[in-house]
């Protein structure tokens, strides 16, 4: 059985300490620094990368260690990259373990966001495996006294077919320890044909443990003599403590200490936020003390922010004009010229990331000054950095321990709740763990901001577009790292919308500033949230207005581009990070999807009244995915029947958690379309938990497709892409049922769900 492991020593993790702590013997195997995921070109002139860049080891005993750097919160990525590395090494699947690693500079990034642990590191993950695959050839090579080229590694051993005779990893384990690791132009690849487990249904290797409750998740985590963190926060961001009266908080039994957090000046980057923290033996108690503090809070200017007014303002300012950021054509002159012309505004409100599992991190300071941590978090380095940061101490004075994440969205990139252990376990003197509830994560977070969209188009006279016309406003990410920032940033206005493949002679993408109120932060597939809702939303209107089927009309909109420039009308298109020769935005990619998802769906068949179907499609970190959704409204209660998803995310590591993900996806896009609204009165948001800021329920969840497309692309995004298109898909079928046009979410605005 598939056996994991979390590093959770609170020792200093030397090289000689960090084997000693996996339990492996002198002789054992380890692939050092010569293949770190971040610059493998540069790891051989690297001395001190060699020592620290740890990622196989393999036992006497035949077992062999697999460090996952990236982390865990249900996509499968404990799986995944373990099973990247083991089929390039040959290796015995049922002889893998899987170590968590834990913040290492040394792997390249750890962040855990953006689609990336596959797509960023999918060749670099094989170099590791067939690097230690050629070590231990060239070990059993030595043994005998043969050629190199003669011995094949497979199946876990070495073989050399003249002689018969066969050595397992685990008896070269010591030899090969002393091979010099070979240079990467001389490493060959397995060909597609050669996979043992890449692209395979592999069982996600944490399964057990998370059904027999073995795991460790953020929230789990015990030391000796620590106490337990609740802590009142203000509820407007940029406000701060005047004063506070704990006198009957620290009544309350299990009670031991009560310490101010301090508003840190300037942006809220990942600063902890002003407040008041109780700490107690207990969550019950140090809940109990929290309640009965009295707090008198200043508040400052953003008290005066009203999210209702302020999603107005913006359905205002986005009907004028913008700041050009794409422009192709003459647009002024197609719109004089072609009069059959619609328009539309596009609202999505804030929304919050609501893992099931909430923020948690345990911190501790060993007598040397150093600190440790053990939190669910997306990005250790981050997490490390700010820490550091925080009390002023060198990074490597920090340690962090990634626990399994009981989700995250993007809300545990972002590492404030870790600073707050840090900062209470130091003011303490003792080890301390902080406890977000529900109702803080909701309340205190960081949010997907808030947006309106305004599309425009004109036909002519063969319903063919000769004029797109766009704009966005919402407030950037970049705001919570520079209170200053109000334009949104190029790799936002690169999702889904100044991106556009279309086959249009006369476009213009335009962008409004907005002014940030709340803690802006990336969540699941980002700007592609509101931009795919309302690009696949218009499209559907414009097909409408022309007469046409959708589908159809998608084909002709992509036009036989193939492969469309990544610089267009001026706009440079970042592309996730990605060269146009390796990952160009293809056309052909988006039919496919749409076809696939359309044949899945009976697309065309004739729907019982009040029943509709609603095509969306989107691309995303790579990634191309179109749903199609199945509604049913009687009465005015909208039913999310059954949707059907089709995926081209380019090679896949492992089928079942792809589907997992689109699956997964569908239900969290359907939560935004039909239930998720954060709002905010005198700067406050008023929802508190899942009473009032829903999430689809079982009885909700309609019957789900989906079809992963084989590829020969190489790896797109898996995680994120699958959301974009689901708010359009449901309500483009709304329309299709009722002739009615939804263009604000949540639907339960407008329906009961």
Known sequence: MMKTQVLASIENISRRSFLKGLGIASGSFVLASTLPVGNLAKAHTSKDLNELNIFISIHENNHIDIICHRSEMGQGVRTSIPQLIADELEADWSLVNVVQGMANNAYGSQNTDGSSSIRKAFFQLRQMGASARYMLREAAANFWKVPVDECIAK????????????????????????????SLDTLVLKDKSEFNYIGKRLANVDLPDIVNGTTTFGQDVQLPNMLIASINRCPVVGGKVKAFDASLAKKVKGVKQVIEIELTPGAAHFNPLAGVAVLATNTFSAIKGREQLDISWDFGKNQAHQSDEYLAERQSLVQQPGKTCRNEGNIEKAFEQHKKQ????????????????????????????????WACTQSPQRARDAVAKALGLEKDQVLINVTLLGGAFGRKAKADYLVEAAVLAKAAGQPVKVVWSRED?????????????????????????????ARTSFPPIASTFNKKKQSQG????????ADVPFNVENLRCESIDAPAHLRIGWLRSVANIHHGFALSSFVDELAATAGQDAKGFWFNLLGDNKNFPLKSGGFKNGNYGAKAKDHPINTDRYKAVIEEACQLAGWGKKMPKGEGLGLAVHRSFLAYVAVVSHVKVVNNHLQVKKMYCAADAGQIVNLDRVEAQMEGAMIFGMSIALLNNISVKDGQVEQSNFHDYPMTRMSQAPDIAVKIIESDGLPGGVGEPGVPPVMASITNAIFAATGKRIRDLPLNKQFSV
Request: charged share 15%.
């Open 441 to 469: 994560d909701i309340q205190n977070g960081y949010y997907h901001a808030i947006s309106a969209q305004y599309y425009q188009g004109a036909l002519d006279d063969k319903n063919q577009v000769q004029a797109w016309l």
């Open 342 to 373: 619609i328009s539309a505004v596009y609202t999505v409100p804030y929304l919050s990331h609501a893992p099931m599992e909430p923020p948690a991190a345990t911190a501790m300071f060993h007598e040397d000054g150093r600190c440790e941590l």
């Open 490 to 497: 190029q790799f936002e206005l690169a999702g889904g919308f």
């Open 155 to 182: 199946n876990h051993q070495v073989s050399h077919a003249k002689s018969g005779k066969n050595l397992s990893y685990g008896q070269l384990a010591e030899l090969a320890s002393t091979m010099t690791p070979p």
